[in-house]
Each structure stands twice: as structure tokens, then as C-alpha cells.
């Protein structure tokens, strides 16, 4: 039998520039890590990979990529916010001879303008179009694209290829359980990509990923992982002897059953990350995001989640047509009446191929700036009622008030207080226990800010009165250190911020179209 011969790929995620708060970089830091996690796509793509290729996964976060050694081909997986960096890395790489294809969200839809830097582009999923771009590939037949119409089934994966990544330079692991969504925001790219039927992977084939993972700690990346109620208490069911901690993405509508929040808190979960997206019901008129009008009242349905000791990650986007200012304020004080203090605030942007994009391409209100401020904290189009830098001004004090000690100290008394956040979280090292607990004394014990001093005191106080799981109660001070690290970052650079803005800053949309 004849041998085939070996090639080298490398499969790349590109360095992003501007980071933005919720990414949780400095937290990372703190345990030790470079980030958080990495992509699924880079260990999924590479599991489909055939075994004569010798594959190296590099994620720029975490790593620096050996720009001299030069392999058969490159893979590089693309985001409105890398892709500046990726077009560099791909524009080196050919130029030395290596076949250069492109993946992800930006490539699938701005496929054009990123053939002027690849060979080929994989559009969408990659199972079954990675491994036809690789036989074409051997063959040097290549083609520009591969796509396809059909959304393939997604009853069974082979586990990503942990195996290829520094695992100990990231804190969790991503696991994806399904995919699709019903719904069709006009902001989000999901159903664009994955199209608007759910597709459910068998409990038992992602319960053996799970075991295989080299991390406890999950993270699932489904964008509604509790959207099937019956597929997800089966799930939870499954899991909860793992001795996980997990967390996820959900709708607001996971409130309405107690059961499944019950049997979420009881297999590990701590903490979901929820698109509230706008408080304006106009706004999400705009946007198309009905199925939160028709959702449990917020503030009851965020009262039940907390309850069952799980956090919320709450997410807000301000920037619609119907919004002003004053939205930062409704959202403020509508997470201080809440208690939730994570709070993940974004800038309306328009990726490529969502309907956002191709509204305001058509009107001309695509802003004239680099597509990597697209990380949420730069304004990126033409808005109705606010010039730019008006919103990136008051954006930039939402946050700095969000993650002020002083209401995270406010937020904690009312949110910890009940002794609901009294269950106890994944296991850590003897090492990690005593690096984290030196960071919490030097920074909340050895301070002269008294914020810092009485929110720590208030922390201590319910671990000792048994109200609050010691882990519990650490992260949640780690927690907000964190943000607040990330948001000085970013005030470091505001001279420079604000200068860029100003560079593409114009009248609100509403204002210059009156005028003309």
C-alpha cells in the first residue's frame, strides 16, 4: 500500500487588538492563564484533519507564532476583530509559498475581499468542506470556495484536539452541544451560519467529551443551550456526575422552569450569560428580537435565577435607532435594582452578512474605521440620535460606574445575602488556592481604598456566617478586580481612543439627515 505523503498545516487564531472588558483577559492573568479559552474551531478543524498531516495549533493570545518556519498550508480562522491580523499573517505566508485558507464568521461572508489574501475559503461549517479543501489541496486543484446550501447532521462529534493546544495556558474548555437558532436578530450572525433548525448532538456522545477534556471547568458555546427544555434536563442530568463547573448562553425564558434551573445548579452550573440586548421595547421592535417581549418579566426572572445560586451574565447592546443616552442610565440602574453585577455592555456594530449590515450598507451608515474596533467598545456606524464619540464618552462612564467597588459592594449585599450562592464550585491546586488568596489580600486588605476594604469585609462576613461558598464569595471579588483592571486599561489609552474616534466622529444620523 502506498504512502501518502505528509504535509505540515498549521491552524491559526489570529492576535486581537482591542479586547474588550467581558473578554475577561485580566481575570486569566490571575489564575495563572493567558485567556480564558480559545476558538472550538481550532481543535474541531483539526480533529477532521487527516492523520498525514502534522498539525500545530497556535492562538496569538496565548502564544507567539514562529513566523520563520514556513508549513504546506495555514489555516486561519477570522473575526471582524482580527481580521486586519489575519490578511498580515496571510499575505506572509503566501508570500513564502505556503497555501493560505480562511475560515470563520468574517471570511464566510466578506468572501471577495478575502480572496485578495487566500487561496480558498471555507464558508460556514467546515465538516465535509475542510476535508474536500485538503483532497483538492494534494491534488493542486484548490478551489477559491467551498460551500454549501445544506446544514449537515450533528448527531455525533469526534472530540476536539485538545491534545494540539497549551491547555495549561487557558483556564476552560469550550463544548458545543448543538447548533442553529430559531430566531433571526438582525445584529447576530448565528442562524447565518448555522442556520434556523436546531440540530442536537446525542447526551452521550457530548458526555464523553466532556469526560476527555482536560479542563473541569466547561464552558458551552451553544447560543441557546436550554432553547429544548426536555434535550436540556437530559443533558444535565447526564453531566452532573462529572464533577463539572459550567457555564453557558441562554434565553431570559429559562426562568419559567424550575425543574431545569434546579437540575442546571445542581450539575455544576454557575453562571449564563443572557442577551437582554435592549431595555427600549422599541429597540428590540428594530432589531427583531421579539421573543424577549413575549419572555418572563425581567426583573421576577432574574430574581428565580439568582435564587437557584446561578450568576447572570447579563448582556446589553446600546445603539438602535429608537436609543438615546439615557439608555446607559435605564441600564445602570436597572442592574443595580436587579443586583446583578456582571454586566457585559456592547456598542451596536454590523458583522458582515447579518441584516444590520446590509440595511446600513445600503443607507451609506457603515463608519469609515478599521474593522477591528469592532469588539464592542468602539462605535462602529452612523447612529440615529448620537454622534460617536457622544457614545463611546458615555459608554466608557457606564462602565467605569458598573464595576466601581462601591456598587459591586452595593450589588453584593442585596445579591449574597439570602445564603442562595451557598453551593460549593469546582476543586482547584493547593498552588492556585494560595496564589489567588495572596491576590485577594494585597488588593483588598492592603489598600487604602475603603470601597475595595468594605466590600471585602462584607464578602468575609458571609463566608464566615456560612451565607456564601468560600469559592463563591473569592471569585466574585476576582471577578470584579478584574473588570475594573480591564476598564483601567482601557482609561490608559483614552487620549488615544477618543483621538481615533474623532477621526471618522459625525453628527447623529438623524441630524444630517434632516439636513440634507
Same mark, same amino acid.
Given at each position: 500500500?502506498?504512502?501518502?505523503?505528509?504535509?505540515?498545516?498549521?491552524?491559526?487564531?489570529?492576535?486581537?487588538?482591542?479586547?474588550?472588558?467581558?473578554?475577561?483577559?485580566?481575570?486569566?492573568?490571575?489564575?495563572?492563564?493567558?485567556?480564558?479559552?480559545?476558538?472550538?474551531?481550532?481543535?474541531?478543524?483539526?480533529?477532521?484533519?487527516?492523520?498525514?498531516?502534522?498539525?500545530?495549533?497556535?492562538?496569538?493570545?496565548?502564544?507567539?507564532?514562529?513566523?520563520?518556519?514556513?508549513?504546506?498550508?495555514?489555516?486561519?480562522?477570522?473575526?471582524?476583530?482580527?481580521?486586519?491580523?489575519?490578511?498580515?499573517?496571510?499575505?506572509?505566508?503566501?508570500?513564502?509559498?505556503?497555501?493560505?485558507?480562511?475560515?470563520?464568521?468574517?471570511?464566510?461572508?466578506?468572501?471577495?475581499?478575502?480572496?485578495?489574501?487566500?487561496?480558498?475559503?471555507?464558508?460556514?461549517?467546515?465538516?465535509?468542506?475542510?476535508?474536500?479543501?485538503?483532497?483538492?489541496?494534494?491534488?493542486?486543484?484548490?478551489?477559491?470556495?467551498?460551500?454549501?446550501?445544506?446544514?449537515?447532521?450533528?448527531?455525533?462529534?469526534?472530540?476536539?484536539?485538545?491534545?494540539?493546544?497549551?491547555?495549561?495556558?487557558?483556564?476552560?474548555?469550550?463544548?458545543?452541544?448543538?447548533?442553529?437558532?430559531?430566531?433571526?436578530?438582525?445584529?447576530?450572525?448565528?442562524?447565518?451560519?448555522?442556520?434556523?433548525?436546531?440540530?442536537?448532538?446525542?447526551?452521550?456522545?457530548?458526555?464523553?467529551?466532556?469526560?476527555?477534556?482536560?479542563?473541569?471547568?466547561?464552558?458551552?458555546?451553544?447560543?441557546?443551550?436550554?432553547?429544548?427544555?426536555?434535550?436540556?434536563?437530559?443533558?444535565?442530568?447526564?453531566?452532573?456526575?462529572?464533577?463539572?463547573?459550567?457555564?453557558?448562553?441562554?434565553?431570559?425564558?429559562?426562568?419559567?422552569?424550575?425543574?431545569?434551573?434546579?437540575?442546571?445548579?445542581?450539575?455544576?452550573?454557575?453562571?449564563?450569560?443572557?442577551?437582554?440586548?435592549?431595555?427600549?421595547?422599541?429597540?428590540?421592535?428594530?432589531?427583531?428580537?421579539?421573543?424577549?417581549?413575549?419572555?418572563?418579566?425581567?426583573?421576577?426572572?432574574?430574581?428565580?435565577?439568582?435564587?437557584?445560586?446561578?450568576? +447572570?451574565?447579563?448582556? @446589553? $447592546?446600546?445603539?438602535? !435607532?429608537?436609543?438615546?443616552?439615557?439608555? =446607559?442610565?435605564? &441600564? /445602570?440602574?436597572?442592574?443595580?435594582?436587579?443586583?446583578?453585577?456582571?454586566?457585559?455592555?456592547?456598542?451596536?456594530?454590523?458583522?458582515?452578512?447579518?441584516?444590520?449590515?446590509?440595511?446600513?450598507?445600503?443607507?451609506?451608515?457603515?463608519?469609515?474605521?478599521?474593522?477591528?474596533?469592532?469588539?464592542?467598545?468602539?462605535?462602529?456606524?452612523?447612529?440615529?440620535?448620537?454622534?460617536?464619540?457622544?457614545?463611546?464618552?458615555?459608554?466608557?462612564?457606564?462602565?467605569?460606574?458598573?464595576?466601581?467597588?462601591?456598587?459591586?459592594?452595593?450589588?453584593?449585599?442585596?445579591?449574597?445575602?439570602?445564603?442562595?450562592?451557598?453551593?460549593?464550585?469546582?476543586?482547584?491546586?493547593?498552588?492556585?488556592?494560595?496564589?489567588?488568596?495572596?491576590? +485577594?489580600?494585597?488588593? @483588598? $486588605?492592603?489598600?487604602? !481604598?475603603?470601597?475595595?476594604?468594605?466590600? =471585602?469585609?462584607? &464578602? /468575609?462576613?458571609?463566608?464566615?456566617?456560612?451565607?456564601?461558598?468560600?469559592?463563591?464569595?473569592?471569585?466574585?471579588?476576582?471577578?470584579?478586580?478584574?473588570?475594573?483592571?480591564?476598564?483601567?486599561?482601557?482609561?490608559?489609552?483614552?487620549?488615544?481612543?477618543?483621538?481615533?474616534?474623532?477621526?471618522?466622529?459625525?453628527?447623529?444620523?438623524?441630524?444630517?439627515?434632516?439636513?440634507?
Amino acid at each position: 500500500m502506498k504512502t501518502k505523503k505528509k504535509y505540515t498545516l498549521y491552524l491559526i487564531s489570529p492576535h486581537q487588538k482591542y479586547i474588550n472588558y467581558p473578554a475577561h483577559v485580566e481575570l486569566a492573568k490571575m489564575f495563572g492563564k493567558k485567556r480564558l479559552m480559545i476558538p472550538l474551531a481550532l481543535p474541531t478543524v483539526a480533529r477532521l484533519t487527516p492523520d498525514h498531516y502534522d498539525i500545530s495549533i497556535f492562538d496569538e493570545d496565548i502564544e507567539n507564532l514562529p513566523l520563520n518556519k514556513i508549513p504546506d498550508i495555514v489555516g486561519i480562522t477570522t473575526l471582524a476583530a482580527t481580521i486586519t491580523r489575519a490578511y498580515e499573517l496571510a499575505d506572509h505566508y503566501r508570500s513564502k509559498g505556503a497555501i493560505v485558507v480562511f475560515g470563520g464568521p468574517y471570511a464566510s461572508f466578506m468572501t471577495d475581499e478575502a480572496l485578495h489574501h487566500a487561496d480558498s475559503i471555507v464558508v460556514g461549517e467546515a465538516e465535509g468542506l475542510w476535508e474536500e479543501c485538503l483532497k483538492d489541496f494534494e491534488n493542486d486543484e484548490i478551489k477559491p470556495v467551498y460551500r454549501t446550501d445544506e446544514c449537515r447532521p450533528y448527531k455525533t462529534q469526534k472530540p476536539p484536539r485538545w491534545d494540539l493546544i497549551k491547555t495549561r495556558k487557558i483556564f476552560q474548555v469550550a463544548v458545543q452541544a448543538s447548533r442553529g437558532c430559531p430566531f433571526n436578530c438582525d445584529f447576530c450572525l448565528v442562524s447565518k451560519m448555522f442556520g434556523r433548525k436546531m440540530r442536537y448532538r446525542e447526551i452521550e456522545n457530548v458526555v464523553e467529551e466532556i469526560k476527555a477534556a482536560p479542563s473541569k471547568y466547561i464552558f458551552f458555546v451553544d447560543d441557546n443551550l436550554t432553547i429544548n427544555k426536555k434535550y436540556a434536563k437530559e443533558l444535565m442530568k447526564a453531566i452532573k456526575p462529572l464533577g463539572i463547573s459550567w457555564g453557558c448562553m441562554c434565553s431570559i425564558d429559562v426562568a419559567t422552569d424550575d425543574e431545569l434551573l434546579s437540575l442546571m445548579a445542581e450539575s455544576g452550573c454557575f453562571n449564563i450569560l443572557i442577551g437582554f440586548e435592549s431595555l427600549n421595547p422599541a429597540s428590540l421592535d428594530e432589531t427583531n428580537k421579539l421573543h424577549n417581549k413575549a419572555a418572563t418579566i425581567y426583573e421576577p426572572a432574574i430574581h428565580k435565577i439568582h435564587s437557584h445560586g446561578i450568576h +447572570i451574565n447579563a448582556s @446589553f $447592546v446600546v445603539g438602535f !435607532d429608537n436609543d438615546t443616552l439615557q439608555e =446607559f442610565d435605564n &441600564i /445602570f440602574d436597572f442592574s443595580m435594582r436587579t443586583n446583578m453585577p456582571s454586566v457585559n455592555l456592547h456598542l451596536l456594530a454590523a458583522p458582515p452578512g447579518s441584516e444590520i449590515y446590509k440595511r446600513y450598507q445600503l443607507e451609506g451608515r457603515l463608519a469609515d474605521c478599521n474593522p477591528e474596533l469592532g469588539s464592542g467598545h468602539f462605535p462602529t456606524l452612523h447612529y440615529m440620535n448620537m454622534s460617536q464619540i457622544e457614545l463611546f464618552d458615555q459608554y466608557m462612564e457606564t462602565i467605569r460606574r458598573l464595576y466601581s467597588f462601591e456598587t459591586a459592594r452595593i450589588k453584593a449585599e442585596k445579591l449574597f445575602s439570602g445564603g442562595a450562592f451557598i453551593r460549593k464550585g469546582g476543586e482547584i491546586t493547593v498552588y492556585l488556592k494560595a496564589r489567588l488568596s495572596w491576590i +485577594i489580600f494585597k488588593e @483588598f $486588605v492592603l489598600t487604602t !481604598d475603603p470601597e475595595r476594604r468594605k466590600l =471585602f469585609r462584607f &464578602i /468575609f462576613s458571609l463566608i464566615r456566617s456560612k451565607k456564601i461558598a468560600i469559592d463563591k464569595g473569592f471569585s466574585y471579588l476576582l471577578l470584579m478586580l478584574s473588570c475594573q483592571r480591564q476598564i483601567a486599561q482601557h482609561q490608559k489609552h483614552i487620549v488615544e481612543y477618543r483621538k481615533m474616534v474623532m477621526e471618522y466622529n459625525s453628527e447623529p444620523w438623524k441630524a444630517r439627515r434632516n439636513a440634507s
